[in-house]
């Protein structure tokens, strides 16, 4: 070996390393910081009752022992508005976007400006009727006029 002072002047830096490296694992303590201290949570504790239910739903057990308010009725006359002659009326973005057939009954799925709603043949919403059912589109009957959608 033509260079033995080199290699061990290697060996005693690796050795070095590898000693700085154990001291630093082994013997250093890691700084501790004073931190506030937690302040206390208190709860309440709900009474423990075994016959009631934690969600909405009702008590499969309880139904006849817990009270239902009556259902009130309320009579309101509702004035239905039609529109100025000499107004444009706002323009609404009509489109349907599907049909459901069921035991020999259509509903289609029809939205108004993004508000979609579900329609049979004379049912109405948002002020649109559904009066006429074609082979490719729906007629949508409001204040008089007409609108022919077509069915997807």
Known sequence: MKSNGL???????????WSV???????????VTPAAPAALVTRQKK???????Q???PDPFLRAAVPQP???AISRTVKKTVPAAGKPEPVVNLACNGRIRSKGTDRYLVSFDGRVHLLGRGESAEGFTLQLLR????????YGKIYFVQIP
């Open 7 to 17: 290699t061990y002047l290697l060996l005693v830096v690796v050795l070095g390393v």
């Open 21 to 31: 490296v154990v001291w630093k694992l082994f013997f250093s303590k890691p700084e």
């Open 47 to 53: 009474p423990a009752n075994g016959d009631t239910l």
């Open 55 to 57: 969600l909405d739903y």
């Open 70 to 72: 009556a259902p009130g």
């Open 135 to 142: 082979g490719d589109s729906i007629g949508l009957f409001r």
